[in-house]
């Protein structure tokens, strides 16, 4: 079946790094994304991977390892503005559409 | 660029009405469209693919005919809720991704601002 984990809830303080974890089991692959998504507004854009290894936009990186069905968003010099959930998302081709399947999302809290 | 708006923002109905929500694209055209439904504190919920020119394809345990969808151009779709009922009251967003190959990213979606639909 079709399955994307990441933790509930996370919590950091302002200034240091957090790494927000996924795995997934999917039947076929062609890309993982990343969403941030504020209370109350829709999801925007973060990164996307569909090779192994890094993938870093300023503060933000994304590391993928498709042999482990595993990715991990990394978040440096945290601000304030960065408490949001953080969507998971994989492309599977079995889906139509380029439809992608969502992991439930990591609320992260950031602390002064 | 990759710009999609959606209307309303809020909506407010009574239980028993319509209400029709629209999904833009304002700068690309968009074959595909999405539209989702999430509940406070829980992920996006993907009911329906919607494909411009087609039906809208449903998830299972959507119901068709009460989430009627339109995909009448490449920059917009619609998405009515009829004879809405209070546990309908969502938040209703809308994706895009772009059509043809020209887009580096084509598989990328690209979200609407979403509606807040609530139902008395």
């Known amino acids: 079946g079709q399955n994307i984990d990441q933790p509930t809830e996370m919590t950091a303080t302002e200034g240091a790094i957090v790494q927000i974890n996924c795995t997934y089991q999917?039947?076929?692959?062609?890309?993982l994304f990343w969403y941030q998504q504020h209370a109350g507004e829709a999801p925007t854009f973060l990164s996307y991977?569909?090779l192994d290894g890094l993938e870093e936009k300023g503060r933000f990186s994304s590391f993928l390892s498709r042999s482990k069905g595993y990715s991990y968003l990394l978040l440096k010099e945290l601000q304030m503005k960065d408490s949001a959930s953080y969507l998971c998302a994989v492309r599977d081709p079995a889906h139509s559409n380029y439809q992608l399947i969502w992991g439930a999302g990591t609320k992260l809290i950031i602390k002064p | 660029g990759a710009v999609v708006s959606q209307h309303p923002s809020r909506v407010i109905c009574k239980s028993g009405t319509s209400v029709k929500i629209e999904c833009r694209s304002l700068?690309?055209?968009?074959?595909?469209m999405f539209w989702y439904r999430q509940f406070p504190k829980q992920s996006l919920m993907l009911m329906a693919t919607?494909?411009?020119?087609?039906?809208?394809?449903?998830e299972q345990g959507v119901e068709k005919d009460k989430f009627l969808i339109n995909h009448a151009s490449l920059t917009l779709s619609t998405l009515t809720v009829t004879s809405a009922h209070p546990e309908d009251s969502s938040f209703y967003i809308c994706s895009a991704r772009f059509s043809g190959r020209w887009r580096e990213r084509s598989y990328e979606q690209y979200f609407g601002p979403g509606t807040r639909l609530t139902v008395t």
């Open positions: 919607s494909n411009e020119g087609s039906k809208a394809t449903y």
């Open positions: 991977n569909v």
């Open positions: 999917t039947s076929g692959f062609n890309g």
């Open positions: 700068d690309f055209q968009a074959t595909t």
